[in-house]
């Protein structure tokens, strides 16, 4: 197997459709810039022009936006596969910034590189553009949680679906997986307050559902949680029929 072949990317996408070996090279080529982040440095401001996408080969990255008054709306945590300011290479400005959480390895791809892939490789292009779909999904299903579930469901739902998305590339299972978020990372996405934050995970955890601890999620009842949270992951769209 290329080293491709088996990076994060290339099995995310492989849930959507067989890639070629011409589909793998392309992918080969999207990863040809790789670039090493310290954590706590912006890779992307909101705001910037001319901003640059990335593909995540390790670590973890927090989109956000900034409020006028200073406070930190988490959007998204991105995961190894994930594209990092996609929209902010068709858009004029980038719309939020984003932050490594610890250090982090991804690929830098410039506009030309993704116009060239997809006029050579229209399925890669499909591809591409079902993962953006997918992401929207969770960002709507996201505003659907702060909105509308209260804060040990919304918890319940949010590690749930982390571990769904760790899973499709190999780092996560219905056991568990490493999560490097902070209660403070929590609460910014999940509109709480940290202090909010420790009570749910204590709840949780006396619950005899989910435990978070020392940088790991471990899904002691599974199934429970899933039912907890109401957790339907036909949103991930992980499990469809492959393009061939």
């Given amino acids: 197997m290329t080293p491709v ?3 994060p990317l290339t099995l995310k996408l492989s849930a959507f459709v067989a890639l070629s070996e011409a ?3 392309v992918l080969a080529r999207l990863h040809g810039r790789r670039r090493t982040f310290a954590a ?3 890779m992307g401001h909101q705001g910037q022009p001319d ?4 593909i995540l080969s390790s670590g973890w990255v927090c989109s956000y936006k900034i409020q006028p008054d200073g406070t930190r709306q988490i959007v998204d945590f991105q995961v190894p596969g994930d594209f990092l300011g996609l929209r902010s290479v068709l858009l004029r400005t980038s719309d ?7 250090d982090i390895q991804a690929a830098e791809v410039l506009t030309s590189d993704l116009l060239e892939a997809f006029v050579q490789t229209p399925r890669l292009a499909m591809a591409i553009l079902w993962a953006a779909s997918r992401d929207e999904a969770m960002v709507v299903e996201h505003l659907v949680g702060i909105g509308r579930r209260d804060a040990d469901a919304r918890m319940a ?3 749930l679906e982390l571990g769904s998305r760790l ?3 190999g780092i996560g299972s219905k056991e568990g997986y490493d999560c490097p978020l902070t209660q403070y990372h929590l609460a910014d996405a999940l509109g709480l307050s940290a202090v909010h934050i420790n009570r749910v995970l204590r709840q949780l955890r006396e619950s005899g559902l989910v435990t978070f601890r020392d940088g790991r999620v471990t899904f002691d009842n599974y199934s429970g949680l899933v ?8 949103y991930l769209d992980q499990t469809g029929p492959l393009l061939k």
Avoid at 96 to 102: C, K, N, T
């Fill in 227 to 234: 039912d907890f949270a109401e957790f339907d992951p036909a």
């Fill in 157 to 159: 739902h949010f590690l």
């Fill in 51 to 54: 901003q640059a996408a990335y």
């Fill in 40 to 42: 706590g440095r912006d």
């Fill in 167 to 169: 899973a499709l590339v």
């Fill in 23 to 25: 589909e793998l090279a």
């Fill in 96 to 102: 939020h910034s984003f932050e490594p959480i610890g």
């Fill in 5 to 7: 072949a088996a990076s």
